[in-house]
């Protein structure tokens, strides 16, 4: 249970975060209220939260709390597919008449649970007395409009999957069999009902069975829905990650050139607290040294030509260029004039954005090494 309120609180947070960043955005909207309820619904069906509820509201109004929450959850799943549909109006007509809907189930299951006595509906859904017709109403009622609802949500998002592309697809069939699996556990849970209130015995293996199926269930389903943004976020840290490696390994190489050349580096837009902050970001400092870089080659490029070399293009090996780096270094710090313009150098590992990348680290770190 703690597991599944832990997993449940990451994705309710993930998307409250998305929610604060497109606050108009409907479908999210819906499915972050679905995850609100469902992570509220948990904390008062733990004994320690039934009990607060039960000596606050009275007895029973945990387990009714519990259940209308779950209603709404489930509501609010089906409104996300409603908003997401290509006809908006219809999709929020058919959202107020499933509001029409779960409304009606709630005012039911509300008045059967406050027509039998406190003690008759204490205890949990394997020990209540299914032969009590306002208890069996109670639970076949919501169960069946939980099974009816994740139904038709399964639906929609098989329909959705099939139509989808990785990682996005996979995200949806992850929800789709964690929504068929919920919908098959209420299902279950209403034979169950039905078998108890005409007097008969579950076995305790085929309860316990139902309860596993449940959680599991919405374990998938939390995992299903995040999954798309947390590989989003994975493959952003990957990336940063790099970024940041890839600043280090260029330090030689920058710290060579912008001593020769402090002209090169790169300051921030206005002298604002924000912008010197936003320059201190990973990916600014990383593509900002790059260019840096870049312009100090230019820079020092007529200091590397030795005699015999062609003027036009100069064509060396790491090695070669970054010996040459250092004793160019060494000139400019002796104060000698350039000797020519700029040369143009050649790009041994190709002419594209990342090749170009890739040499200025392979440069820096033979300056590193050479030290």
């Known amino acids: 249970m703690e597991l599944l309120l832990l997993v449940l609180v990451a994705a309710l947070g993930w998307k409250v975060y998305q929610l604060k ?8 909207r819906s499915v972050t209220l679905c995850l609100l309820c469902a992570t509220l619904s948990y904390p008062v069906a733990m004994p320690g939260g039934a009990s607060g509820v039960d000596t606050v ?17 489930v509501y609010f799943l089906m409104c996300f597919y409603l908003f997401s549909a290509a006809d908006e ?8 008449k499933e509001a029409v809907a779960v409304g009606l189930v709630v005012i039911a299951i509300s008045a059967a649970a406050l027509t039998v006595p406190h003690e008759v509906f204490a205890g949990s859904f394997s020990t209540a007395d299914m032969t009590v017709p306002q208890i069996a109403f109670f639970y076949a009622s919501a ?52 078998v108890r209130w005409g007097g008969g015995e579950v076995p305790h293996p085929v309860m316990a069975a139902v309860a596993f199926l449940l959680v599991a269930s919405i374990l998938l389903f939390a995992a299903g829905i995040t ?42 837009a206005s002298p604002a607290a924000l912008d010197r902050w936003r320059a201190r970001g990973v990916h600014r400092r990383y593509h900002r040294r790059i260019v840096e870089c870049r ?21 060396l090996d790491t090695d070669e260029l970054a010996a040459r780096l250092r004793r160019a270094a060494g ?27 890739k040499q200025l ?11």
């Open 227 to 268: 999954y798309s943004g947390a590989r989003a976020r994975l493959s952003s840290l990957r990336l940063w990650l790099r970024h940041r490696r890839d600043h280090r390994r260029l330090a030689p190489l920058w710290e060579l050139l912008t001593e020769a050349y402090p002209d090169t580096v790169l300051r921030p």
């Open 21 to 28: 960043r497109s606050p108009h955005d409907a479908p999210l």
């Open 361 to 371: 680290i392979e440069v820096s770190d033979a300056l590193r090494n050479a030290v």
């Open 295 to 315: 312009d100090g080659l230019v820079d020092i490029s007529p200091y590397l030509l030795d005699d015999g070399d062609d003027s036009a293009m100069l064509d």
């Open 57 to 73: 509201a009275g007895h029973g109004a945990a387990k009714l709390i519990q259940n209308v929450l779950l209603l709404l959850t």
């Open 143 to 194: 169960g069946l409009y939980l099974m009816y609802a994740l139904g038709m949500a399964y639906r929609w998002t098989t329909q959705y999957a099939r139509m989808s592309r990785r990682p996005h697809s996979t995200g949806l069939w992850m929800t789709a069999v964690g929504l068929g699996a919920m919908a098959v556990a209420c299902a279950i849970r209403a034979v169950i009902v039905a």
């Open 331 to 357: 000139r400019i710090e002796e104060g000698v004039p350039a000797p020519r313009r700029a040369v143009p150098l050649a790009m041994a590992l190709g002419s594209d954005r990342e090749s170009d990348v």
């Open 89 to 96: 109006e219809a999709g929020r007509r058919r959202a107020r």
